[in-house]
């Protein structure tokens, strides 16, 4: 099935730097969103964007909504060891009722203490 | 409880065999989805259901793969004569309606078929 783009697959930096995360469709979307999923767990949303240019925050993450509305990206800020996790964007498509997600293959953060 | 649960957890099945995996959504959701995972994947939409009218199901990957909401509450997914490409974990979200509002997911069931 259609996965949106993000790359590279894994990501390793040094407790508190910043790190910036981009994700790419060919499709449009209407709603982006980011997910971080910790081991064992279901994805727990981050952010989420509803307008092209929007730039939302959430503490020390950012995260802007493409104007073409085909890509976003996720910035998050001086890094601390529990933002360890795998992170996913996923767009979202209103088909009349039904608002299901496209993910990315998401992203595997590591952050060294 | 206050999020969304799973059960099974985890689940080994031999080639061929029905599974069943259960969720409950949150009380008072109106939107219940549920989302297949491989390993070292996003995860990819399956079915959706409003209520109990099961609105999407372009999704499933086969007709072994059927889902249900009879009272718009709980939703069991069940997979029968299972093959081996079926292991992943399954995903099930709810949200308080089909529209722009937080899917909030459960942790997921991990099923794996030797």
């Known amino acids: 099935g259609q996965q949106l783009n993000q790359s590279p697959q894994s990501m390793f930096i040094q407790e508190g730097e910043d790190v910036s995360m981009n994700c790419t469709s060919s499709s449009i979307f209407n709603t982006w969103l980011w997910y971080k999923q910790d081991p064992g767990e279901g994805p727990v949303l981050l952010i989420a964007l509803y307008k092209a240019g929007e730039l939302t925050s959430n503490g020390r993450l950012t995260a802007q909504f493409g104007i073409t509305r085909k890509d976003s990206f996720l910035n998050i800020s001086a890094s601390i060891p529990s933002d360890v996790g795998i992170y996913f964007c996923?767009?979202?498509?209103?088909?009349?009722?039904?608002?299901?997600?496209?993910f990315g293959k998401g992203i595997t953060l590591s952050v060294r203490p | 409880g206050a999020g969304v649960s799973q059960s099974p957890r985890y689940k080994v099945a031999k080639r061929g065999q029905d599974v069943a995996l259960r969720c409950d959504p949150i009380s008072g959701h109106v939107s219940l989805f549920w989302y297949q995972q491989a390993l070292g994947q996003g995860p990819e939409f399956l079915t959706y259901?409003?209520?109990?009218?099961?609105?999407?199901k372009s999704g499933l990957p086969s007709d072994r793969f059927f889902a249900e909401r009879p009272e718009g509450s709980v939703s069991t997914l069940k997979i029968q004569r299972t093959q081996q490409e079926d292991s992943a974990v399954y995903l099930c979200?709810?949200?308080?309606?089909?529209?722009?509002?937080?899917?909030?997911f459960g942790p997921g069931t991990r099923l794996l078929v030797l």
């Open positions: 979200a709810s949200s308080t309606l089909g529209g722009v509002e937080t899917q909030y």
């Open positions: 996923a767009g979202r498509t209103l088909t009349g009722a039904n608002s299901k997600l496209t």
């Open positions: 259901f409003q209520n109990e009218a099961q609105l999407d």
